[in-house]
């Protein structure tokens, strides 16, 4: 047997399987070298560039074949330095502004480390890091003010944990039969804004209801479902025999931060016997704040809930989370058991229900510690903290563009994100002047169309972000309108 495999007790060799190492000592330096390098890179974060593209070297370098061979883990250490960790997406810099993705923590980052170290498997059974998670679906039930009979699960995001509700909704307007029978020729309609994330029309797809079988409501000027128009849809689709089975308000819509009028949804869904799924993928965190909660009443009168973690919360991706107002319901439209899988109460097989009744994965990684530790180590007080800064500092920005010629404020503020347009410029134009700045490195903006126009997007989530970032949108902006307006195009 080769040396280099043999295990960590002294005077034993390892089966020939093993990937532990030969030598524990070297790799535990290289370990204590790669988080040494994290804690720097994420110290000196705001002084590099925000994004920048791979070279083309670079890469050539992942056109690389299968490797049959296996490398010092140094040398693999070494290429992730090179290929991977100059090139990310660039969230963690606090000019990233492009879409809203959260900057992550120290703790999370940590959290990620002890959670692969554990390597549990949290589809079910009966170990700690389940009792984890369902403390933190319990923690936000207690945000979003449900009752104490409220599940849920932590899921990759938000995007997911639509997918699950739609599941869950469609359970409750068929019954049992659909899971064996599936819908037959009963015509399901769901009813959104059409200001409402694609992954609502994907989870449609994904459940076999067909992405038509969303009703997009025209919004009103501050870009909420227009509540007397959903009313009039209903009634004719029901005249038309189609079966009406749930209404998905948005908190936080993709382009603007809008929120719909909750609190009316609710009522309408309780008059027409409708499931009230609200999508806040990142607006269920304004729930911690006395001044923002009023945006979102009604809330807490919904069937479901989805929202994301990694976005305002700050933990690292991926974590999103579905709360259900009746646990009972997640259950009866996902509990399938295998025997080899039966619960028998007591030993490692005990702890019903296992997240795998609740949702459709049994291989879950442990997310939630990343989750728990965050809000154990800041609170939630200095987490409402955080969004209401961005909140503020979305305002700043506003007020700012307002009074700037050059510039135009095409949307209202709702929460966090800015939308805006430079005089002069098209769409081509605007598109460059995003695409420049990613570039650059100065800032990253990302575009959505808005009205038939194209325009600039920022939304304000980093917690490292400052006022002195903000201001820089505008600066970079007027310096970008130059380069695609002023001086001419070739």
């Known amino acids: 047997m080769d040396g280099h495999l043999a295990g960590p007790h002294a005077g034993e060799r390892s089966c020939a399987g093993s990937l532990d190492p030969a030598e524990w000592r070297a790799l535990r330096i290289l370990g204590h070298q790669m988080l040494d390098d994290l804690f720097d890179d994420l110290e000196a974060v705001r002084e590099g560039p925000v994004w920048q593209p791979m070279p083309d070297d ?13 490398a010092d883990p140094v040398d693999v250490y070494a290429d992730y330095r090179r290929l991977v960790a100059p090139y990310g997406v660039g969230n963690r810099h606090p000019r990233f502004f492009g879409w809203v993705h959260g900057g992550g923590t120290v703790i999370g980052m940590l959290a990620e480390m002890l959670a ?22 319990r923690w936000a039930a207690e945000m979003l003010g449900f009752p104490k009979e409220a599940g849920g699960l932590v ?14 909704a469609r359970w409750a307007a068929l019954g049992g039969a659909v899971r064996e029978d599936g819908i037959g020729g009963t015509r399901l309609m769901a009813y959104a804004s059409d200001g409402a994330h694609m992954c609502v029309a994907r989870a449609l797809d994904m459940a076999g209801l067909g992405s038509r079988s969303l009703r997009l409501i025209a919004c009103d000027d501050a870009g909420r479902m227009r509540i007397p128009d959903l009313a009039e849809r209903l009634e004719a689709d029901r005249a038309a025999g189609m079966t009406p089975f749930m209404v998905v308000g948005t908190a936080g819509s993709v382009d603007i931060g809008a929120i719909d009028d909750l609190a009316g949804l609710a009522e309408m869904c309780r008059e ?17 704040s006395d001044r923002l ?48 899988l039966r619960p028998t ?12 009744d609740l949702g459709p994965e049994l291989s879950r990684g442990f997310r939630a510690l990343k989750v728990w530790m965050t809000i154990r180590t800041y609170g939630a007080d200095r987490l409402r903290a955080v969004v209401e800064h961005c909140c503020v500092l979305a305002q700043r920005l506003a007020a700012t563009i307002a009074r700037t010629p050059e510039l135009e404020l095409v949307a209202p503020v709702a929460l966090n994100i800015v939308c805006l347009r430079v005089a002069g410029g098209d769409d081509a134009t605007h598109d460059g002047i995003a695409s420049w700045l990613q570039e650059t490195g100065r800032s990253v903006l990302s575009t959505t169309t808005l009205g038939g126009r194209r325009v600039l997007r920022a939304a304000i989530v980093n917690h490292r972000t400052r006022a002195s970032d903000v201001d820089a949108i505008v600066s970079d902006v007027l310096d970008a309108r130059n380069v695609f307006v002023v001086m001419p195009r070739r």
């Open 272 to 288: 027409n016997g409708l499931w009230f799924h609200v999508d806040a993928a990142f607006g269920a965190m304004a729930m911690l």
């Open 345 to 356: 109460g007591r030993g490692l097989t005990a702890g019903e229900p296992w997240p795998v």
């Open 58 to 70: 670079i890469r050539a370098a992942w056109q690389a074949p299968l490797p049959h061979s296996g």
């Open 116 to 137: 692969a170290g554990l390597n549990a498997n949290c589809g079910g059974r009966d170990h700690a890091p389940i009792e984890v998670e369902r403390q933190v679906v």
């Open 293 to 340: 909660q009023p945006l979102l009443r009604g809330i807490e009168q919904a069937d479901s809930v989805v929202f994301d973690f990694h976005k305002w919360m700050q933990v690292p991706y991926a974590a999103g989370c579905i709360v259900v107002r009746d646990q009972a319901v997640l259950r009866a439209a996902f509990v399938r058991q295998a025997d080899y």
């Open 155 to 168: 899921l990759s995001g938000t995007s997911m944990a639509n997918f699950v509700a739609v599941l869950a």
